[in-house]
């Protein structure tokens, strides 16, 4: 059975990258959200295996939406991969504390994120 995929980031280039990445690992059916706003509508109509968020976005902060996501049942146990170019281990910790699963710092080698997607994902 096919996971779904959610990447939300609003910069179309590196959804482009991020998404064309797990394509490449096989099994994976992608969603795109340009940003906050649009993710959350897409999460109330279907239930994702892993989600990739940036944290940078104009309409809704990626952490905001991370606690979002985290205060829905539905949600709770989805693995999140937080994608940021705040790369302190300040900006690390925060977002694993916030309930993340794993942090990539852009810039990122396509070879790192489908690591964390194989692992996280199961597959």
């Known amino acids: 059975m096919r996971k779904r995929v959610l990447v939300v ?15 490449t690992l096989g099994d994976f059916a992608v969603d795109e959200a340009k940003g906050g706003v649009e993710a959350l509508s897409l999460l109330n109509h279907a239930a994702y295996d ?14 905001e939406l991370l606690g979002f996501i985290r205060s829905n049942p539905r949600n709770k146990a989805t693995p999140i991969i937080l994608i940021s170019t705040e790369s302190t281990e300040r900006d690390r910790e925060k977002g694993l504390a916030l309930g993340a ?11 790192e994120l489908a690591a964390h997607v194989s692992r996280l994902a199961g597959s």
């Open 9 to 23: 980031d609003d910069s179309a280039a590196m959804r482009t990258l991020v998404t064309t990445t797990i394509e």
């Open 50 to 63: 892993i989600i990739l968020l940036d944290i940078n976005m104009p309409d809704l902060h990626g952490l």
């Open 101 to 111: 699963s794993a942090y990539v710092a852009k810039p990122f080698s396509p070879e």
